[in-house]
Each structure stands twice: as C-alpha cells, then as structure tokens.
C-alpha cells in the first residue's frame, strides 16, 4: 500500500513536502516524493490523505491503561490526595472491571495515534488489552512491599506472572518487565532483589522523583505518607515506625539500593531532581518518561527536561494514568510540555515542535531500546504509522507540519492508526474490539465509583 499526503514527517529526517510511505508486509519499503513514488510503483493500492501529515505512531513512554474507567472522579486535589483516593476506589473494582478498563484506555490510545506503550499494570489487563486490540506494547509487572517478610512472596509471584505472560505473547510486539510499587510503599530489599532479576537486560520501570511528598518522605520521613499515618492505617501498636528517613535523594537512594545495576532501566517523572540526581541518572545510563500533564494537574512540579536531554540522558514524554490526567492524548502532552519548557527555560535552551515531536516519537523509543524498529519512517522499521489532518489545522496555508501538529491539531484530526501495516483506526472506526460493549460496561463502572 502506497500511502500519500502533503507532508511526510521521517522525524529522522526533515520532513517531505508531497511525500509518500510504501507499506509491505509489515514493513516500510521506500519513502519519498508521492511523484517518484507512484511513477515507481505504478500498479500499487494508493491511499491519498490529501492535506494531512504521515508520521510514526507516538510512542507512549508511561501509562497506566487499567485506570481509564477512573478519570475525571478525582479532580482538583493534588498528587498526595489524589493517590489516597485513587487507592480507595481501586478497592470497588472486580477482575472484570479492570479488564474493561484497561480495554477503554487501550482503544482511546489507537484513536489518539498511540502505537506503542509502557504501561506498568499490576493485574495484567493492560497487557491483554493491548494485545486485544493491537498496540504495541512493553508490560512492566508491578510489584513490592513494605514489610521485609514478604519481599520475596511478593517478587516471586510477579516472577511467575511474568514467566506466564512471555509464554502468551508474540515477542515481535509485547516485551514484559517489572517494575517496583512506589517507593515510599517497598522495602529497599525490592530494590536489590529487582536489580538482580533484570540483569539479563529484561526492562524495569521505577516511579521515581515525582512528587514533593515523595522527596521529603524518603529524605525526612515526614509528609502525607508518613510513618505515623502507615502506622495508623495498618494497626501497628509499636513504637518502631516500618519507615526510617534516609537523609538523601529518591535518586540516591535507589542508586544505594543497587536499582540501577539492571541495564534496561526507565526512571518515571524525575521532577524532584538536583544536578548531582542527573549526574547519577547519566552515569548509569537511566532513561526517563517524562509526564508534564499529570505533573501538572497534580502539582508534582516540572522536569527539567532541557538539563536532562544535555546530560545525555534518553527521554521521552508519556501520557501517565487517565485517571490524574482525564484522557490519553500525546498531542495534548506535546503541547503542554513545549510551552511548559519554554516558560522556564530562556533563549539557550528553546524548545521547538520538531523537538518535541521526536520525544513523543523517535526519544521514546530510544529511552525503550526499540528505535530500530519503531519510532521514525525508516525503510525497514515497522510499519507504525499515522495519518494527522492538517486542513483544519486553524494554520492557513500550512507551511510548517511541525508546528501545526504540536499546536494546533486535536485527538479529533486523526485520521489513520496504523501498526505492522494494519489499519486499526480509519477516522471513524475502531477494529477487532466491540467498542459499544465496553463504553457500556466503562458506564456501569464510573456508576459504582461514584457511590
């Protein structure tokens, strides 16, 4: 299939203005100018998109799909709040509830021109949604606990989890991980036990440096997750709190803990950081899925992406859970971390649309290791591609694709979600999945989350 519109966005590369992607078998074929193209392959299938940008599926460096039923319930509370909340409603889902879940959140990724995501589930239902549906995807298993007795239980059924569901999935699309539970909810053994685990490079994800909260409780042992309000909630009558303050960074202490020994690692947020944090982060080669929506919306804070990217580090942007950010949208996420960055940062360090373009694309596939399969239009890449409307794009004419895509264009402006050379989404349709069933179920769901 010959797939034709007015810009052609490699992200490698500079963009093609009247370009062409030729699709076969999965793969991408040639690329170039739409004229030499057809004059090449004249008895090709052609799909003209017209007025419209072809560019790689964005790749979706952090997500939580299981939690699409929960958005919008929890509004305006920041991080703290929110996570305590969150753990209450978790409590009225049923096996089935997060498998719908999970399916919601996996088809508003395909409509949103998600191909590939990282999602960190500690049911499996992102990866059988992701596998229902289509996306590509790296699972990591969550895993952890505060008390020293039960680290191992607790890692060796993830352990078996992640042996069960490497048996269930085709390598070529689905990578499993693991990944640790907060940290301000794991024993430090998770930590070493994890990093032995993964030294055969299998992926590990870490939520780590995300909050205030977060800091000042691994460092001072004092904030909303303290030790006397664990102690409360889990009926300890001891005057030996199950949490010490450590006196350093979520980043050191991890590094003390050996975390960072795996090498496939991916850091989560990284807002809470100094310069000796990202000194370490670049020394150990951890890559990091940076989340402005959800840091936003929850008060988290900002990364500092400019220092990051400067220090060598592998970044990406991701979408974070629906339920702090109300939908999955890497548009939406583009956006808001361009004029973010901008906003902080001075004339030495501005960003532009191309740039962050190639975090919600090329980057992310970088910080997973997959960018030589995913990620830009390569010939022989896989065929992860997207079609994205520009004739509404409110930039008339439009002579920077770049711009218009980051600016201007909605989730409402996709046009073609395609993944391994199948069309999953056409503008209006979703395949493989009974959308209606789902929306219904996600309805009786938000119901009882109400209550």
């Not at 590939?116 to 059988?128: K, N, P």
């Amino acid at each position: 299939m010959l797939l034709v519109a007015r810009y052609v966005l490699p992200v490698s590369q500079p963009h093609i203005e009247n370009g062409a992607v030729l699709v076969r078998d999965g793969k991408i074929e040639d690329i170039g100018y739409s004229t030499k193209l057809k004059t090449r392959y004249p008895d090709e299938e052609t799909r003209d998109f017209g007025l419209a940008a072809l560019m790689p599926g964005f790749v979706d460096l952090h997500t939580h799909l299981e939690y699409s039923a929960m958005r919008g319930l929890i509004i305006d509370v920041p991080y703290a709040a929110w996570k305590l909340h969150i753990a209450e409603k978790e409590q009225l889902f049923t096996s089935a509830d997060w498998e719908d879940s999970a399916l919601l959140g996996a088809l508003e990724a395909v409509r949103s021109g998600i191909t590939t995501v990282a999602d960190i589930t500690g049911t499996g239902a992102s990866l059988r949604a992701a596998r229902a549906v289509g996306l590509r995807s790296i699972i990591y298993r969550e895993a952890g606990s505060m008390e020293r007795f039960e680290v191992d239980r607790r890692l060796n059924e993830a352990y078996e989890d992640i042996a069960a569901w490497r048996e269930e999935v085709d390598p070529e699309f689905t990578s499993i991980g693991i990944a640790p539970a907060a940290l301000y909810t794991c024993h430090p053994l998770v930590f070493q036990r994890i990093a032995e685990y993964a030294a055969d490079g299998t992926p590990v994800a870490c939520h780590l440096a995300g909050s205030r909260e977060e800091y000042e409780f691994i460092r001072f042992g004092s904030s909303p997750f303290s030790v006397h309000s664990t102690e409360q909630e889990r009926g300890y009558g001891i005057d030996m709190p199950p949490w010490l303050a450590t006196g350093t960074s979520p980043v050191r202490y991890i590094l003390n803990w050996g975390l960072f020994d795996a090498p496939n690692v991916l850091a989560i947020h990284c807002v809470q950081v100094d310069e000796s944090d990202i000194e370490k982060l670049a020394e150990n080669d951890i890559a990091v899925a940076v989340c402005s929506r959800c840091n936003a919306q929850l008060a988290m804070g900002i990364a500092p992406l400019s220092q990051l990217i400067k220090a060598g580090i592998r970044v990406g942007l991701g979408t974070d859970s629906p339920a702090a950010t109300d939908v999955t949208d890497p548009l939406a996420e583009m956006r808001l971390s361009l004029l973010l960055q901008r906003a902080l940062g001075n004339r030495s360090d501005f960003f532009t649309a191309a740039q962050m373009i190639r975090l919600a694309t090329l980057g992310a596939a970088e910080a997973l290791r997959i960018d030589d399969k995913v990620g830009s239009l390569e010939v022989g890449k896989n065929a992860d591609i997207i079609a994205l409307d520009l004739s509404n794009s409110n930039q008339a004419p439009t002579h920077n694709p770049n711009s218009a895509i980051v600016h201007t264009v909605t989730q409402d402006n996709v046009l073609m979600t395609m993944i391994g050379g199948k069309i999953l989404y056409d503008g209006s349709h979703l395949h493989a999945v009974d959308v209606q069933r789902v929306f219904a179920r996600v309805e009786e769901m938000r119901l009882k989350l109400r209550g």
